[in-house]
């Protein structure tokens, strides 16, 4: 159900003074407001909240505003005319008062000394079914408010938008125009976060690993075909200490660049929006400038918020919440599921399918390679002679495993009449690599991928530097991206217990578990956990692997919970967790429950309660569990065993270094 309410409060003349508009106000305010509308604000309603006057603040005045929900707040003021916000959760400062506005093109800085003019706000409640997703149910209730402003300078005027959610905070800028088409060219964004002391931030750029720092020593990075400074990409996590814990993500990017965060020199408990200029590795014209055509609504900037470090987990559909609804109206054909790449042959293709049949995988793909070397090939249109695709494809199809291509940007001059073959020769999705988001161009080029592709019936996973923004609600058919130091090199298991927290917040996550591998610093049975603890609807399983290393199943005890585990959930509940540290995870599809536990290099034992299963039901767990520890993680046998339990059992799982347990929570008689 959806209940929503709006309020506008008094408009305000020059100086700030209520009282009646003229006409040519009149006539601005109703183009304004049909641009609101347009942006998803909603038509005036009876309020569900009180709003603070409108018509103060400019210079000398003061005025704020604060949206609430479930112990979240989010505020923002104008004081002494500049535009400014902060947040809390239960009475803690998450957000420090930090600064608000744009840049533009002409010098105007929208933000610096600003008076409001407009003032209205709603309170929505409302649930909403994911095509795939970490529930079945999102929950989106949230209180907002929103600011019609006008910079004193140049008259130019804008508007801010906040929400709070219980399970966090979001922001965005309203380029409101004039009514007619117009345009406005932003060159800087000056949104800052101003983190409470004694905060260490997780930073990463690029695919490295992520690096523990506090917000004032990101480390300079980049060179000279690069955005260049200390920067990092998003999603990044900031441990508050106190169990406290926020994770800074971006939503709805639409025709905008890609946002990062930078230290601020002098300011050591800031960080400072930067609006990249190069696609991620330098390829591509500069973008120092980002015209659109107005009304016009930013990115949303959001806080997912926890309480605790679980919490932060389970509280990352925030990021969906704010962005568009589902642009399909067929998703049938969506399917998410798990993956295996085949080497390149027919041959290989063959025995792929059966494995997959075997072990309950729904696609094969074909990787980098499969029509010529990638960086000097651009014709994705003909496979290598040593592959009969059409058999391949004909042969899967009839297994019913579907077929990915992996496709580099190079060969994508021409997407439409490249998917559309694919379509018809029966592909079931496309893998893109090396796809170096950043500039407004190419958060351009990647949507409209995503849209040809749903134009086609085609999945999309989009690999390497390309970060999260909540599209996967808009175009269902984008599964899953990297954007992430990737499992396939083979990280430390402290990196790995870090992405739960961090990376994976943002949205999906393409990480190539690698079970069995000996090059892994990690035990398998931590390998086999990652299948519950992440959310990655496109999994590809046994990444490196040839089938011919299972065939003596014996040796490999894990296998039986690969192929059951499924890759979309009905409910997700994380038990336990510290950034860096340890998580546990257990997610549920029908009556069964999945749980995933790992640590970092410190074996540990947690006592996880079963109170999350069905009341009037016995489980049988069954137990994937690190034995005796070898010379090397990798070397750690999985022991499996099985045991009764109820929603009254606390399971003590035990984990060596570098170790996890994977757990099937079946109930009895299924």
């Known amino acids: 159900m959806r209940t929503a309410g709006d309020q506008e409060e008094p408009t305000t003349d020059t100086g700030g003074r209520a009282g009646t508009l003229s006409r040519r106000g009149m006539l601005r305010g109703a183009a304004v407001t049909a641009g609101m509308a347009a942006m998803g604000l909603g038509a005036t309603r009876p309020a569900l909240a009180a709003d603070a006057p409108a018509g103060t603040g400019g210079t000398g005045g003061t005025v704020s505003a604060t949206a609430r929900m ?9 004081v002494n005319g500049a535009l400014q916000w902060a947040a809390r959760r239960h009475g803690r400062t998450v957000i420090g008062t930090s600064a608000l506005g744009l840049r533009l093109s002409d010098g105007t800085v929208l933000g610096g000394d600003v008076t409001v003019t407009r003032s209205r706000h709603r309170t929505v409640h409302d649930t909403w079914s994911p095509v795939y997703g970490r529930n079945a149910k999102v929950t989106d209730h949230y209180q907002e408010q929103c600011w019609e402003l006008r910079d004193t300078a140049s008259g130019t005027r804008f508007g801010v938008q906040i929400r709070a959610y219980r399970t966090g905070v979001a922001l965005r800028y309203l380029l409101l125009g004039t009514g007619t088409a117009t345009t406005a060219t932003v060159t800087d964004e000056l949104t800052t976060f101003v983190f409470p002391d004694d905060t260490t931030v997780y930073s990463a750029r690029d695919e490295d690993a992520y690096n523990p720092v506090a917000p004032g020593s990101i480390p300079v990075t980049g060179t000279s075909s690069t955005d260049q400074g200390p920067l990092t990409d998003l999603p990044l996590t900031a441990d508050l200490s106190g169990g406290l814990i926020a994770c800074v993500c971006e939503s709805s990017r639409l025709d905008f660049p890609r946002l990062m965060l930078g230290s601020v020199p002098g300011q050591p408990s800031t960080l400072a929006a930067f609006l990249m200029e190069h696609t991620a590795r330098g390829t591509g014209p500069v973008e120092t400038a980002t015209t659109v055509t107005t009304p016009f609504a930013t990115p949303w900037r959001a806080v997912v918020i926890g309480s605790t470090h679980a919490e932060l987990v389970d509280n990352a559909e925030l990021v969906l919440n704010l962005a568009p609804e589902n642009a399909l109206t067929d998703t049938s054909w969506i399917k998410p599921g798990k993956v295996f790449r085949c080497e390149l042959t027919t041959a290989a293709g063959l025995a792929g399918v059966d494995f997959a049949v075997a072990r309950g995988i729904d696609y094969i793909e074909y990787d ?21 695709l059409p058999s391949v494809i004909s042969y899967a199809t009839g297994k019913g495993v579907g077929v990915f291509l992996y496709v580099n940007r190079l060969a994508l001059t021409d997407a439409d009449s490249l998917f559309g073959l694919y379509k018809s020769w029966g592909v079931a999705g496309i893998k893109l690599g090396f796809i170096n988001d950043g500039t407004q161009s ?41 954007g992430v130091r990737g499992n396939e090199q083979f990280p430390t298991a402290t990196h790995n217990v870090t992405l739960p927290f961090a990376r994976n917040i943002g949205g999906p996550l393409d990480y190539t578990i690698c079970y069995g591998q000996s090059r892994n610093k990690t035990t398998n049975a931590h390998q086999m956990a990652m299948a519950a603890v992440y959310y990655q609807p496109l999994n590809f399983l046994f990444w490196y692997d040839k089938p011919s290393k299972y065939a003596n199943t014996a040796n490999w005890p894990g296998l039986p919970w690969f192929n059951a585990i499924p890759t979309t959930w009905d409910e997700s509940r994380t038990l336990a967790g510290s950034i860096g540290e340890y998580v546990a995870v257990a997610r549920r599809s029908g009556s069964t429950w999945y749980l995933g536990a790992m640590t970092n290099e410190t074996a540990r034992t947690l006592a996880l309660p079963l109170s999350f299963l069905d009341e009037e039901t016995t489980y049988t767990a069954t137990v994937y569990a690190d034995g005796t520890p070898g010379t090397s993680p990798f070397r750690t046998p999985v022991v499996v065993s099985t045991q009764t339990v109820t929603s009254a059992t606390t ?9 996890g347990q994977a757990i099937v929570l079946e109930p009895d008689g299924s």
Request: charged share 20%; proline share 5%; net charge negative.
């Open 442 to 482: 190419m958060t351009n080029q990647i949507t409209d991928w995503a849209r040809t592709a749903a134009k086609y019936r085609l999945l999309i996973d989009m690999h390497d530097d390309v970060r999260p923004f909540g599209y996967e609600r808009t175009y269902p058919n984008y599964v899953s991206l990297e």
């Open 70 to 78: 479930g112990g979240t707040s989010i505020t923002m003021s104008v």
């Open 368 to 388: 980098a390679g499969w029509y010529g070397p990638e960086f000097s090939t651009v014709d994705a249109t003909k496979p290598i002679a040593a592959i009969d």
């Open 651 to 659: 399971l003590s799982v035990a984990m060596a270094t570098a170790g």
